[in-house]
C-alpha cells in the first residue's frame, strides 16, 4: 500500500531542516500549538517534581475518610480507599509519560529499521516485512494490545509491550515511504558509487531524512496511546493496581460518578489536555519540519 | 485563537457542570451506620396492598441471561438459575434455615444403612409438551447427566431403579445429608421432546441447547443469544392459580451502571443479583424497592500444601490474618453494606460460631510472629485477584506492606483466574469468593474433605480439620440442622488453623420498582420462585 | 489499472494469510487452557474426571500438533467452516451472522455519520474562516479527538438518556423489526463510535481546504467569477478530499475498536462484545474467526480507498 501513496507526498528528499529561526516562526506562530506546549511542558515538570508536589503518598490507604469530597485537605477528594486522588493524579501523570514515550520509543527503535530496510533492499523482503505490517494493521490496534495483554498479563510493562507491537506498523510504513522516495536520488546514488555500504547508507544518509514525518508521528502517537490505555483499563487490562494510571482512575471513578465526580472527571481532563497538547504540538511540528505532511499525518 | 481555547475549555467544563449538577445535591448519605448488622429487611415504606395481583410483563435486568437452555450437561449455574421459570428443580431450601422443600419431589428418604436414597416425585405435573412428570422421566434425566460425567457427587450413585410410577430409588456407595441438597437441584428437561427433536444425538444436542421443555410456571417465548431471553406464562401450571405475571423478560446488561441508570429511568422493574456497593447505595436514595440476599464470602485462600511457599508456615498464614484490618476493609469497600468476618462462616449463617474471632487486627503481633517465623524483614509474594477485586487487592496490599510483607497483585482475566483457581492451582496467595448457603453445604462445597470448587490440592487442611469434617458427614444425620453442632466444630478448627483469611460478606440484592413483589434472592442467590412474583397495578 | 487491482488482490491474500497465523500462534501463546476456563466457567459445582476434559479436547481438535491444527483450520475455513466455539457449543459461522449485521449496521451508519459531518463542518469551518461558525466548530474537534469514548458514553447515558430521557439508555433492537426504536436506540452508540473519525475529518477537511482555497488555480477560478458554491463543491473540494479518503479508511479500524467498548456499555450484541469475551474466554476458534473476518473487511475498505485516490486526483497513477 505505502509506495502508491508516496506519490501524494515524498516526490523528492525534505529539504534539510537547517533554518531553525524558520522552524521557530512557524512553529510558535500558532497560539494553540503553544498552549499545547505549556501543557507539555507543565506536564513534564509535575512528573519529576511528583515526590515533591503531590500532598500525600499516592498509594498510602486512608489518609483521608474513603469517597471524602474536595476540601482543603483534599483539593480532589479521596477514592473508596481513603487514598488522595490529587496525589494519584500527580503521580498517574509519571506513568502516562512512562507508557506513552517508552511504548513510542520501542516501536519506533523496531519500526523504523524494519520500514527502512524493507524501502531500499526491496524486493522479496520489502513484501515479506510490509505485508506483515500491513497484517498487523489488519487487527484493530485495540485487538492487538488486548491479545497481547491478555499473553502477557496485566501491569505496566505488558500494557508498554502491547502498545508499541500495535504503533510498530505506522513507523514502518512512514519509513519506507520516505525511504522508497529518496532511494534514486542522486546523493545515494553516489553513496553507492563511492562503495559505502548499504548499512552505512541506510544509516547515514537515509535514516536523517525519515526523522521530519517520524517526529510528527511519534508526537501525535503519544496522544493516541494514552488514550488507548484508557480503553484497555476500560476493558480490565491495565497498569497494574494500586499504581496510579489516569485510564484506570477514569474507569474505577466511574462508579462513584453520581456521588463523586471529581474521581472521574479530574484524570479524564487529564487525559484530555494532554491528548489535546500532544495533537496540538505534533500539529505544529508538522508544519514547522515539513508542511508537505499535511494530509499524511 | 485564545478565544477558541476558552471556548473550548470552556465548553468541556460546561458540560460537566451540567453533568454533576444532575446528580443528587450534596447530601451524600452515609447509607447505614451500623456495618455488622446484615441489612435483611427491606424499606418499609411500600403501601399497603391487599393481595397479589395478576397480569403484566416484568421487564428485568441482568448481568447474564441463560447461554444454554435445555441440555443439562453443559448448563452452567447461570443458566440453571435463568431458566427456572421454565424449568423446575426436584427439591431446593424452602427458608433461611435451610430446610430443604419438595418441588417436582414430593418427599426423600435417606436408608444409611441400605445405602439408598429414594425419591417420591409430584404426582399430576406435566412438562410443557403434555408428557408426564415420573420416575422414568426422572432416571433419564439424572442418567444423562451421569453419563455425561455431570452430576456433583454422582461418583456415589451405583445405579437408578424405577421403583413404580412415582418412585425413584438411587443405589449408593456412600451417604450423607450434602447428597440431597446437591441432588435436588437437578432440573428436569421432558425426556419425550428431547427424544423427537432429531434423528442423530448431535441434532438432539443443538436442539436441547436453545430449546427447553420444562415444567415451569412459563415458557420461553424468544431467546436471542447474550441480549435477552422472554417468557410467556404456562396456563396449565401445576400449581394452582399461578403464575401471576403474564410475561417476564430478561435483558442482559453488562455494565452495571447502565443497568443502575435503566432502573433510575424507569425502563425496568427490576435488577436481579446487584453486588456492586456503589449503584446500591446511590439506588438507595431514589426511593426502589430491595430485597437482599446472603451476599458471598469473600477471603484470602493461600498455596500451602506446597512446603517451599511461605504460607505452608501456620506462623506466616496466622502473621497475615492479624496484619488486615478487617472491620475498616468491610467498612471502606462496602460503605457500610458488607459485613467483616472473622472465622469461615457469617452472622447469617446458621454454622455461624458466636463470637468466635481468633485473630483480631493487630499489626505488632503480625510482626512478631514473622520474625517468629524466620522473616523478620518480610518477603515478597503474589496475590491472584480479578479485575473486580482490584479495591480489595490494593487494600489488603498496603495492610501487608505495613508489617513488611511486600504483595504484587496478579490481575487476571476471568479466563486465567477461573484456569488457576479451579483448574491448574495458584503459587502464592488468591483473593477469591465463594457462595453463603442458607445450609451448611457451601462448607463443603468449598473447603471440605472433596471440595467441588477449590479442588487443586493448593489449601492445606489438618487432619484435625478433616476429621471434624467427616464427622459433620456422618451418615446418621439426615440434614445439615442435624449436623450443625459438629459443623461449627469443624469451623472453630479451621480458625484454630488459619486455613484460610476470612474478610468479609458482601452486599447482594435486587433492586425493584415499588410495584414489584418477589422475594429473590432473601434466601440465596439460586432460589428464585417466578410463579410468586407479581406486579402492582402501575 | 486492473493489473493494478489484480496485484492489490495478491497482496491481500498474502496479507490474509499472514493475519491468520499471527493469530492463530498468538492466541495459542496464551497462558491457560480454553478447554480448563469452560469446565470452570460452566462447571463449577461439578466434579469432572481428567478423561472427560481429554474428551472435551480432542472433541474441539486441540489434542493434535499445533500445526497440524492451523492447516486443519485453513483448510476448514476455504469449505466455509469457521469451526465451532468452545464456549458456546456453536458454529462460530452462526455466532458471526448473528453477531456481524448488528455490528455493521452500528459501524457503517458511524462511518457515514463520522465521514459525512466530518466533511461537512470541515468544509464550513474552512470557507467560514475565524467567522463564528468556525468557533464552535473547531473547539469541538479539540474534544471529539480527546475524549475517552467510554467516558463520552457514560455521559450521554447519564444525561441523554436518563435526566433528559429523549433516548432509549441501552439495548439494539433490529431495524427491521422496530425501525423508530432501532434508530432511537443506536444514536448514542453511533455517535460515541463516530466521535473520533468525525473530529479528526473535520480537521484533515479544515486543513486541506484551506491549503487548496489558496491554489492558483482555485484564485483564478474566483478570479472567473464563478459563484462560492461551484468554485467550492467543483473544484476546492474534490482536490481536498484525498487525505479525507485516507483518514476513512483508518477509520474502520477505529470503529472495530471503539465497537468493544461500545457494545459492551450500551448492552448491544454484536461482535465487538463477543470478541472481548472470547479473548477473555480464550475461546480460539472465535477470536480467530472474527479476526479473519475484520481483517478481510478492512483490507477490501484500502483497497476501495486506494482505488478512489485514482478517481480523484487523475495525476495519480498505478505503478
Same mark, same amino acid.
Given at each position: 500500500?505505502?509506495?502508491?501513496?508516496?506519490?501524494?507526498?515524498?516526490?523528492?528528499?525534505?529539504?534539510?531542516?537547517?533554518?531553525?529561526?524558520?522552524?521557530?516562526?512557524?512553529?510558535?506562530?500558532?497560539?494553540?500549538?503553544?498552549?499545547?506546549?505549556?501543557?507539555?511542558?507543565?506536564?513534564?515538570?509535575?512528573? &519529576?517534581?511528583?515526590?515533591?508536589?503531590?500532598?500525600?503518598?499516592?498509594?498510602?490507604?486512608?489518609?483521608?475518610?474513603?469517597?471524602?469530597?474536595?476540601?482543603?485537605?483534599?483539593?480532589?477528594?479521596?477514592?473508596?480507599?481513603?487514598?488522595?486522588?490529587?496525589?494519584?493524579?500527580?503521580?498517574?501523570?509519571?506513568?502516562?509519560?512512562?507508557?506513552?514515550?517508552?511504548?513510542?520509543?520501542?516501536?519506533?527503535?523496531?519500526?523504523?529499521?524494519?520500514?527502512?530496510?524493507?524501502?531500499?533492499?526491496?524486493?522479496?523482503?520489502?513484501?515479506?516485512?510490509?505485508?506483515?505490517?500491513?497484517?498487523?494493521?489488519?487487527?484493530?490496534?485495540?485487538?492487538?494490545?488486548? &491479545?497481547?495483554?491478555?499473553?502477557?498479563?496485566?501491569?505496566?510493562?505488558?500494557?508498554?509491550?502491547?502498545?508499541?507491537?500495535?504503533?510498530?506498523?505506522?513507523?514502518?510504513? &512512514?519509513?519506507?515511504?520516505?525511504?522508497?522516495?529518496?532511494?534514486?536520488?542522486?546523493?545515494?546514488?553516489?553513496?553507492?558509487?563511492?562503495?559505502?555500504?548499504?548499512?552505512?547508507?541506510?544509516?547515514?544518509?537515509?535514516?536523517?531524512?525519515?526523522?521530519?514525518?517520524?517526529?510528527?508521528?511519534?508526537?501525535?502517537?503519544?496522544?493516541?496511546?494514552?488514550?488507548?490505555?484508557?480503553?484497555?483499563?476500560?476493558?480490565?487490562?491495565?497498569?497494574?493496581?494500586?499504581?496510579?494510571?489516569?485510564?484506570?482512575?477514569?474507569?474505577?471513578?466511574?462508579?462513584?460518578?453520581?456521588?463523586?465526580?471529581?474521581?472521574?472527571?479530574?484524570?479524564?481532563?487529564?487525559?484530555?489536555?494532554?491528548?489535546?497538547?500532544?495533537?496540538?504540538?505534533?500539529?505544529?511540528?508538522?508544519?514547522?519540519?515539513?508542511?508537505?505532511?499535511?494530509?499524511?499525518? | 485563537?485564545?478565544?477558541?481555547?476558552?471556548?473550548?475549555?470552556?465548553?468541556?467544563?460546561?458540560?460537566?457542570?451540567?453533568?454533576?449538577?444532575?446528580?443528587?445535591?450534596?447530601?451524600?448519605?452515609?447509607?447505614?451506620?451500623?456495618?455488622?448488622?446484615?441489612?435483611?429487611?427491606?424499606?418499609?415504606?411500600?403501601?399497603?396492598?391487599?393481595?397479589?395481583?395478576?397480569?403484566?410483563?416484568?421487564?428485568?435486568?441482568?448481568?447474564?441471561?441463560?447461554?444454554?437452555?435445555?441440555?443439562?450437561?453443559?448448563?452452567?449455574?447461570?443458566?440453571?438459575?435463568?431458566?427456572?421459570?421454565?424449568?423446575?428443580?426436584?427439591?431446593?431450601?424452602?427458608?433461611?434455615?435451610?430446610?430443604?422443600?419438595?418441588?417436582?419431589?414430593?418427599?426423600?428418604?435417606?436408608?444409611?444403612?441400605?445405602?439408598?436414597?429414594?425419591?417420591?416425585?409430584?404426582?399430576?405435573?406435566?412438562?410443557?409438551?403434555?408428557?408426564?412428570?415420573?420416575?422414568?422421566?426422572?432416571?433419564?434425566?439424572?442418567?444423562?447427566?451421569?453419563?455425561?460425567?455431570?452430576?456433583?457427587?454422582?461418583?456415589?450413585?451405583?445405579?437408578?431403579?424405577?421403583?413404580?410410577?412415582?418412585?425413584?430409588?438411587?443405589?449408593?456407595?456412600?451417604?450423607?445429608?450434602?447428597?440431597?441438597?446437591?441432588? +435436588?437441584?437437578?432440573?428436569?428437561?421432558?425426556?419425550?421432546?428431547?427424544?423427537?427433536?432429531?434423528?442423530?444425538?448431535?441434532?438432539?444436542?443443538?436442539?436441547?441447547?436453545?430449546?427447553?421443555?420444562?415444567? +415451569?410456571?412459563?415458557?420461553?417465548?424468544?431467546?436471542?443469544?447474550?441480549?435477552? *431471553?422472554?417468557?410467556?406464562?404456562?396456563?396449565?401450571?401445576?400449581?394452582?392459580?399461578?403464575?401471576?405475571?403474564?410475561?417476564?423478560?430478561?435483558?442482559?446488561?453488562?455494565?452495571?451502571?447502565?443497568?443502575?441508570?435503566?432502573?433510575?429511568?424507569?425502563?425496568?422493574?427490576?435488577?436481579?443479583?446487584?453486588?456492586?456497593?456503589?449503584? *446500591?447505595?446511590?439506588?438507595?436514595?431514589?426511593?426502589?424497592?430491595?430485597?437482599?440476599?446472603?451476599?458471598?464470602?469473600?477471603?484470602?485462600?493461600?498455596?500451602?500444601?506446597?512446603?517451599?511457599?511461605?504460607?505452608?508456615?501456620?506462623?506466616?498464614?496466622?502473621?497475615?490474618?492479624?496484619?488486615?484490618?478487617?472491620?475498616?476493609?468491610?467498612?471502606?469497600?462496602?460503605?457500610?453494606?458488607?459485613?467483616?468476618?472473622?472465622?469461615?462462616?457469617?452472622?447469617?449463617?446458621?454454622?455461624?460460631?458466636?463470637?468466635?474471632?481468633?485473630?483480631?487486627?493487630?499489626?505488632?503481633?503480625?510482626?512478631?510472629?514473622l520474625e517468629q517465623a524466620g522473616h523478620p524483614n518480610g518477603f515478597k509474594t503474589t496475590l491472584l485477584l480479578m479485575e473486580t477485586g482490584i479495591d480489595a487487592g490494593s487494600a489488603i496490599k498496603a495492610y501487608l506492606g505495613e508489617v513488611g510483607i511486600e504483595v504484587e497483585l496478579d490481575v487476571a482475566d476471568i479466563g486465567r483466574y477461573f484456569g488457576s483457581v479451579f483448574g491448574t492451582g495458584w503459587s502464592d496467595m488468591?483473593?477469591?469468593?465463594?457462595?453463603?448457603?442458607?445450609?451448611?453445604?457451601?462448607?463443603?462445597?468449598?473447603?471440605?474433605?472433596?471440595?467441588?470448587?477449590?479442588?487443586?490440592?493448593?489449601?492445606?487442611?489438618?487432619?484435625?480439620?478433616?476429621?471434624?469434617?467427616?464427622?459433620?458427614?456422618?451418615?446418621?444425620?439426615?440434614?445439615?440442622?442435624?449436623?450443625?453442632?459438629?459443623?461449627?466444630?469443624?469451623?472453630?478448627?479451621? +480458625?484454630?488453623?488459619?486455613? *484460610?483469611?476470612?474478610?468479609?460478606?458482601?452486599?447482594?440484592?435486587?433492586?425493584?420498582?415499588?410495584?414489584?413483589?418477589?422475594?429473590?434472592?432473601?434466601?440465596?442467590?439460586?432460589?428464585?420462585?417466578?410463579?410468586?412474583?407479581?406486579?402492582?397495578?402501575? | 489499472?486492473?493489473?493494478?487491482?489484480?496485484?492489490?488482490?495478491?497482496?491481500?491474500?498474502?496479507?490474509?494469510?499472514?493475519?491468520?497465523?499471527?493469530?492463530?500462534?498468538?492466541?495459542?501463546?496464551?497462558?491457560?487452557?480454553?478447554?480448563?476456563?469452560?469446565?470452570?466457567?460452566?462447571?463449577?459445582?461439578?466434579?469432572?474426571?481428567?478423561?472427560?476434559?481429554?474428551?472435551?479436547?480432542?472433541?474441539?481438535?486441540?489434542?493434535?500438533?499445533?500445526?497440524?491444527?492451523?492447516?486443519?483450520?485453513?483448510?476448514?475455513?476455504?469449505?466455509?467452516?469457521?469451526?465451532?466455539?468452545?464456549?458456546?457449543?456453536?458454529?462460530?459461522?452462526?455466532?458471526?451472522?448473528?453477531?456481524?449485521?448488528?455490528?455493521?449496521?452500528?459501524?457503517?451508519?458511524?462511518?457515514?455519520?463520522?465521514?459525512?459531518?466530518?466533511?461537512?463542518?470541515?468544509?464550513?469551518?474552512?470557507?467560514?474562516?475565524?467567522?463564528?461558525?468556525?468557533?464552535?466548530?473547531?473547539?469541538?474537534?479539540?474534544?471529539?479527538?480527546?475524549?475517552?469514548?467510554?467516558?463520552?458514553?457514560?455521559?450521554?447515558?447519564?444525561?441523554?438518556?436518563?435526566?433528559?430521557?429523549?433516548?432509549?439508555?441501552?439495548?439494539?433492537?433490529?431495524?427491521?423489526?422496530?425501525?423508530?426504536?432501532?434508530?432511537?436506540?443506536?444514536?448514542?452508540?453511533?455517535?460515541?463510535?463516530?466521535?473520533?473519525?468525525?473530529?479528526?475529518?473535520?480537521?484533515?477537511?479544515?486543513?486541506?481546504?484551506?491549503?487548496?482555497?489558496?491554489?492558483?488555480?482555485?484564485?483564478?477560478?474566483?478570479?472567473?467569477?464563478?459563484?462560492?458554491?461551484?468554485?467550492?463543491?467543483?473544484?476546492?473540494?474534490?482536490?481536498?478530499?484525498?487525505?479525507?479518503?485516507?483518514?476513512?479508511?483508518?477509520?474502520?479500524?477505529?470503529?472495530?475498536?471503539?465497537?468493544?467498548?461500545?457494545?459492551?456499555?450500551?448492552?448491544?450484541?454484536?461482535?465487538?462484545?463477543?470478541?472481548?469475551?472470547?479473548?477473555?474466554?480464550?475461546?480460539?476458534?472465535?477470536?480467530?474467526?472474527?479476526?479473519?473476518?475484520?481483517?478481510?473487511?478492512?483490507?477490501?475498505?484500502?483497497?476501495?480507498?486506494?482505488?478512489?485516490?485514482?478517481?480523484?486526483?487523475?495525476?495519480?497513477?498505478?505503478?
Amino acid at each position: 500500500m505505502a509506495e502508491e501513496r508516496n506519490i501524494t507526498g515524498f516526490e523528492e528528499a525534505p529539504p534539510p531542516v537547517s533554518e531553525w529561526r524558520r522552524f521557530r516562526r512557524v512553529f510558535f506562530s500558532r497560539g494553540v500549538v503553544l498552549f499545547g506546549l505549556i501543557i507539555l511542558v507543565l506536564l513534564f515538570l509535575v512528573a &519529576v517534581l511528583a515526590p515533591w508536589i503531590s500532598p500525600y503518598d499516592p498509594y498510602k490507604m486512608s489518609v483521608g475518610k474513603s469517597l471524602e469530597h474536595p476540601s482543603s485537605q483534599h483539593l480532589l477528594g479521596t477514592d473508596i480507599l481513603g487514598r488522595d486522588t490529587l496525589s494519584r493524579l500527580i503521580y498517574g501523570s509519571r506513568t502516562a509519560l512512562m507508557v506513552g514515550f517508552i511504548s513510542v520509543g520501542i516501536a519506533g527503535v523496531i519500526g523504523i529499521p524494519l520500514g527502512i530496510i524493507a524501502g531500499y533492499l526491496g524486493g522479496f523482503l520489502n513484501t515479506i516485512i510490509m505485508r506483515t505490517m500491513d497484517a498487523l494493521l489488519c487487527f484493530p490496534m485495540l485487538l492487538l494490545a488486548l &491479545v497481547l495483554a491478555a499473553v502477557l498479563g496485566g501491569g505496566i510493562q505488558n500494557v508498554i509491550v502491547a502498545l508499541s507491537v500495535a504503533t510498530i506498523p505506522g513507523y514502518a510504513r &512512514v519509513a519506507c515511504g520516505v525511504t522508497m522516495s529518496i532511494r534514486e536520488n542522486d546523493y545515494i546514488l553516489s553513496a553507492q558509487a563511492m562503495g559505502s555500504s548499504d548499512a552505512l547508507i541506510m544509516f547515514k544518509h537515509i535514516l536523517p531524512n525519515t526523522f521530519p514525518p517520524l517526529i510528527v508521528l511519534m508526537t501525535m502517537q503519544l496522544g493516541a496511546l494514552i488514550l488507548a490505555e484508557a480503553g484497555l483499563s476500560f476493558l480490565g487490562i491495565g497498569i497494574e493496581p494500586p499504581g496510579a494510571a489516569w485510564g484506570a482512575m477514569v474507569n474505577a471513578g466511574r462508579n462513584y460518578l453520581l456521588n463523586n465526580p471529581e474521581l472521574s472527571f479530574s484524570p479524564c481532563i487529564a487525559i484530555m489536555l494532554v491528548v489535546f497538547a500532544f495533537n496540538m504540538v505534533g500539529d505544529g511540528l508538522r508544519d514547522a519540519l515539513d508542511p508537505r505532511l499535511r494530509g499524511l499525518l | 485563537m485564545k478565544r477558541i481555547l476558552f471556548f473550548t475549555f470552556a465548553l468541556i467544563l460546561a458540560s460537566m457542570l451540567i453533568f454533576s449538577g444532575c446528580g443528587e445535591p450534596e447530601e451524600t448519605t452515609a447509607p447505614t451506620t451500623a456495618p455488622t448488622t446484615a441489612p435483611t429487611t427491606a424499606p418499609t415504606t411500600q403501601p399497603t396492598t391487599a393481595g397479589p395481583e395478576y397480569g403484566g410483563t416484568l421487564r428485568c435486568v441482568a448481568g447474564a441471561i441463560p447461554n444454554v437452555l435445555g441440555y443439562a450437561p453443559e448448563k452452567a449455574p447461570s443458566d440453571n438459575f435463568y431458566m427456572l421459570p421454565v424449568i423446575e428443580r426436584l427439591a431446593e431450601w424452602g427458608d433461611e434455615e435451610g430446610t430443604m422443600v419438595g418441588i417436582l419431589a414430593e418427599s426423600w428418604d435417606i436408608d444409611s444403612e441400605a445405602l439408598t436414597f429414594t425419591w417420591h416425585l409430584r404426582q399430576g405435573v406435566t412438562f410443557h409438551d403434555g408428557t408426564p412428570w415420573n420416575a422414568e422421566a426422572c432416571q433419564w434425566n439424572f442418567q444423562m447427566l451421569l453419563d455425561a460425567n455431570r452430576l456433583t457427587m454422582g461418583q456415589f450413585i451405583d445405579s437408578l431403579d424405577v421403583l413404580d410410577e412415582y418412585t425413584l430409588r438411587m443405589n449408593l456407595n456412600k451417604i450423607d445429608w450434602v447428597m440431597s441438597e446437591q441432588w +435436588g437441584l437437578m432440573s428436569p428437561i421432558s425426556p419425550t421432546a428431547y427424544e423427537n427433536s432429531g434423528s442423530t444425538e448431535e441434532e438432539r444436542i443443538a436442539w436441547a441447547r436453545e430449546n427447553a421443555v420444562g415444567t +415451569g410456571p412459563y415458557t420461553v417465548a424468544e431467546w436471542q443469544r447474550d441480549d435477552h *431471553i422472554n417468557f410467556v406464562k404456562n396456563d396449565n401450571y401445576w400449581r394452582p392459580g399461578l403464575p401471576y405475571l403474564d410475561a417476564i423478560e430478561i435483558r442482559r446488561i453488562p455494565d452495571p451502571m447502565v443497568a443502575a441508570a435503566m432502573m433510575e429511568a424507569g425502563e425496568a422493574d427490576i435488577w436481579f443479583a446487584v453486588s456492586s456497593v456503589q449503584n *446500591i447505595v446511590d439506588l438507595q436514595a431514589k426511593g426502589l424497592k430491595f430485597v437482599w440476599g446472603p451476599g458471598m464470602f469473600l477471603a484470602i485462600l493461600f498455596n500451602s500444601n506446597d512446603p517451599e511457599s511461605y504460607f505452608a508456615d501456620k506462623l506466616v498464614r496466622e502473621a497475615i490474618e492479624y496484619a488486615i484490618n478487617r472491620p475498616e476493609l468491610a467498612e471502606m469497600l462496602g460503605q457500610g453494606l458488607y459485613e467483616p468476618l472473622h472465622q469461615m462462616a457469617s452472622s447469617t449463617w446458621p454454622g455461624y460460631v458466636e463470637g468466635y474471632n481468633p485473630r483480631p487486627y493487630d499489626p505488632d503481633k503480625a510482626r512478631e510472629l514473622l520474625e517468629q517465623a524466620g522473616h523478620p524483614n518480610g518477603f515478597k509474594t503474589t496475590l491472584l485477584l480479578m479485575e473486580t477485586g482490584i479495591d480489595a487487592g490494593s487494600a489488603i496490599k498496603a495492610y501487608l506492606g505495613e508489617v513488611g510483607i511486600e504483595v504484587e497483585l496478579d490481575v487476571a482475566d476471568i479466563g486465567r483466574y477461573f484456569g488457576s483457581v479451579f483448574g491448574t492451582g495458584w503459587s502464592d496467595m488468591v483473593y477469591s469468593a465463594s457462595g453463603i448457603n442458607p445450609s451448611a453445604t457451601d462448607l463443603y462445597i468449598h473447603f471440605g474433605p472433596n471440595p467441588v470448587t477449590y479442588r487443586t490440592g493448593n489449601i492445606y487442611k489438618t487432619p484435625e480439620y478433616l476429621a471434624k469434617c467427616e464427622a459433620a458427614l456422618a451418615p446418621q444425620f439426615k440434614t445439615a440442622a442435624e449436623a450443625m453442632a459438629k459443623i461449627k466444630e469443624a469451623i472453630r478448627q479451621a +480458625g484454630e488453623d488459619a486455613m *484460610i483469611v476470612p474478610l468479609f460478606r458482601t452486599a447482594e440484592c435486587s433492586i425493584m420498582q415499588t410495584y414489584v413483589h418477589t422475594e429473590y434472592p432473601k434466601i440465596h442467590g439460586i432460589i428464585w420462585r417466578p410463579y410468586n412474583d407479581w406486579m402492582e397495578a402501575h | 489499472m486492473t493489473t493494478y487491482i489484480i496485484r492489490r488482490l495478491i497482496q491481500a491474500v498474502i496479507i490474509l494469510l499472514i493475519v491468520t497465523i499471527l493469530v492463530f500462534f498468538v492466541m495459542r501463546l496464551l497462558p491457560g487452557d480454553p478447554i480448563i476456563i469452560y469446565v470452570a466457567q460452566t462447571a463449577q459445582l461439578e466434579a469432572m474426571p481428567p478423561e472427560m476434559i481429554d474428551k472435551l479436547r480432542a472433541q474441539f481438535g486441540l489434542d493434535k500438533p499445533i500445526v497440524i491444527q492451523y492447516f486443519n483450520w485453513m483448510g476448514n475455513i476455504f469449505r466455509g467452516d469457521f469451526g465451532e466455539s468452545i464456549f458456546y457449543h456453536e458454529d462460530v459461522s452462526k455466532l458471526m451472522l448473528e453477531r456481524f449485521p448488528v455490528t455493521l449496521h452500528l459501524g457503517i451508519t458511524a462511518l457515514i455519520v463520522g465521514s459525512v459531518l466530518g466533511l461537512l463542518s470541515g468544509l464550513l469551518a474552512a470557507i467560514r474562516r475565524g467567522k463564528w461558525l468556525d468557533k464552535i466548530i473547531t473547539p469541538l474537534t479539540y474534544i471529539g479527538i480527546t475524549i475517552p469514548i467510554f467516558m463520552l458514553a457514560i455521559l450521554l447515558i447519564y444525561t441523554i438518556g436518563l435526566r433528559l430521557s429523549w433516548l432509549p439508555i441501552a439495548g439494539y433492537t433490529s431495524p427491521f423489526e422496530d425501525f423508530w426504536l432501532s434508530t432511537r436506540q443506536i444514536i448514542m452508540p453511533v455517535i460515541c463510535l463516530a466521535v473520533f473519525s468525525l473530529a479528526a475529518n473535520a480537521r484533515q477537511m479544515r486543513s486541506s481546504m484551506l491549503e487548496v482555497i489558496a491554489q492558483d488555480y482555485i484564485r483564478t477560478a474566483w478570479a472567473k467569477g464563478l459563484s462560492e458554491r461551484v468554485v467550492v463543491v467543483k473544484h476546492a473540494l474534490k482536490n481536498s478530499l484525498i487525505p479525507v479518503i485516507t483518514l476513512i479508511g483508518l477509520g474502520v479500524g477505529l470503529i472495530f475498536s471503539g465497537s468493544f467498548i461500545i457494545e459492551t456499555i450500551f448492552a448491544i450484541p454484536g461482535v465487538g462484545r463477543l470478541m472481548v469475551s472470547s479473548i477473555f474466554g480464550q475461546d480460539y476458534v472465535v477470536v480467530q474467526a472474527i479476526t479473519f473476518v475484520i481483517a478481510v473487511i478492512v483490507l477490501v475498505v484500502n483497497l476501495i480507498v486506494d482505488i478512489s485516490y485514482g478517481w480523484l486526483d487523475p495525476r495519480i497513477r498505478y505503478g
